[in-house]
């Protein structure tokens, strides 16, 4: 089990940029794959981005694709993500999630078993 709080959530333009941490208690963070996910309003949770365990295999939800970059520091226990060219549909709820350790993170929420507060992502037009 690891406790994760996400920060770095906030109010932009279009075109901006933020960077989101997740950062995690607990020594078995290292174990974990990662994932980010979002909620917009009225929509139900999707996937956004993972990362596995080491950092060696990233996965996207195409929408995101050469614009959101997802990384870890296993040093810090911390997952971050990097959200440049943001647009209005970006606007959601962004969630941390930590779960599995297979070589290819799952973009499935349904493999995840910790989850933080969410942290809320504002893209103006």
């Known amino acids: 089990q690891v406790q994760l709080a996400e920060s770095g959530g906030g109010l932009v333009q279009a075109g901006g940029s933020l960077r989101l941490s997740c950062s995690a208690s607990g020594s078995t963070f290292r174990m974990y794959n990662m994932g980010w996910f979002r909620r917009a309003p009225g929509k139900e949770r999707e996937f956004v981005a993972a990362?596995?365990?080491?950092?060696?295999?990233?996965r996207y939800v195409d929408s995101v694709k050469g614009r959101f970059t997802i990384s870890r520091d296993n040093s810090k226990n911390t997952v971050y993500l990097q959200m440049n060219s943001l647009k209005p549909e970006d606007t959601a709820v962004y969630y941390c999630?930590?779960?599995?350790?297979?070589?290819?993170?799952?973009?499935?929420?349904?493999?995840?078993?910790?989850w933080g507060q969410g942290t809320q992502v504002t893209v103006s037009a």
């Open positions: 999630a930590a779960g599995g350790s297979r070589t290819l993170p799952s973009p499935s929420q349904y493999d995840y078993g910790n």
């Open positions: 990362i596995n365990w080491y950092g060696g295999s990233k």
